[in-house]
Nanobody
Framework: QVQLVESGGGLVQAGGSLRLSCAASGTIFVMYAMAWYRQAPGKQRELVAAITTGGSTNYADSVKGRFTISRDNAKNTVYLQMNSLKPEDTAVYYC????????????WGQGTQVTVSS
């Protein structure tokens, strides 16, 4: 069973930075494409950033130039560096792991709260 544990959320002022981490266990991490999603109150969950097994990345337009996703396969961890945070970045951030072996498998972390004050 794959387990994803997020950490690094918290309260920060606008313009500040946070670094989220997601540690994976119970699987061969290098096989999984990883992503960060977020869900604000009353809104749908949305993709923030994703990174493939080969290291290619893509970002939501709203975070381009401010957020950076990266992975350390030796540590089974994916990161989300968030700079120049805005109040509209306030949400619960979820780690996602996805692999296709015959069929698609997808796993989610429990989420970590990020609150940006103005």
């Amino acid at each position: 069973q794959v387990q994803l544990v997020e950490s690094g959320g918290g309260l920060v002022q606008a313009g500040g930075s946070l670094r989220l981490s997601c540690a994976a266990s119970g699987t061969i991490f290098v096989m999984y494409a990883m992503a960060w999603y977020r869900q604000a109150p009353g809104k749908q969950r949305e993709l923030v950033a994703a990174i493939t097994t080969g290291g290619s990345t893509n970002y939501a337009d709203s975070v381009k130039g401010r957020f950076t996703i990266s992975r350390d396969n030796a540590k089974n961890t994916v990161y989300l560096q968030m700079n120049s945070l805005k109040p509209e970045d306030t949400a619960v951030y979820y780690c996602n792991a996805r692999v296709t072996i015959g069929r698609a498998y997808e796993y989610w972390g429990q989420g970590t709260q990020v609150t940006v004050s103005s």
